[in-house]
């Protein structure tokens, strides 16, 4: 995500809450986007973070993960969606 500065993932905690965790795009291809700024088993949220607030808890979702779109995260959607 792009925020007024700086570009962002949103970081799963073992709370399944949320923080923003701010990343640098070192390269895009073919729509992947190579990032650097977090260790690759960190959990982040892959879809539905225009919902999410620093703090936001979540809930897995139920579909199947891509494992060609995440190599290092989940899938991840807001608590109550």
Same mark, same amino acid.
């Given at each position: 995500m ?6 962002? !993932?949103? *970081? +799963?905690?073992?709370?399944n809450? *949320?923080?923003?965790? =701010? !990343?640098? !795009? +070192? ?14 088993? =960190?959990? +982040? !949220? ?6 999410l ?23 991840? =959607?807001?608590?109550?969606?």
């Amino acid at each position: 995500m792009t925020g007024p500065t700086e570009k962002f !993932v949103y *970081v +799963v905690q073992p709370d399944n809450t *949320v923080r923003p965790q =701010t !990343v640098e !795009v +070192v390269s895009i291809d073919n729509g992947m986007a190579a990032i650097a700024g977090i260790a690759a088993d =960190t959990r +982040v !949220v892959m879809e539905g973070t225009q919902n999410l607030r620093p703090g936001g808890k979540i809930k897995e979702s139920s579909g199947e993960m891509n494992p060609a779109q995440n190599s290092g995260g989940e899938t991840r =959607t807001p608590a109550g969606a």
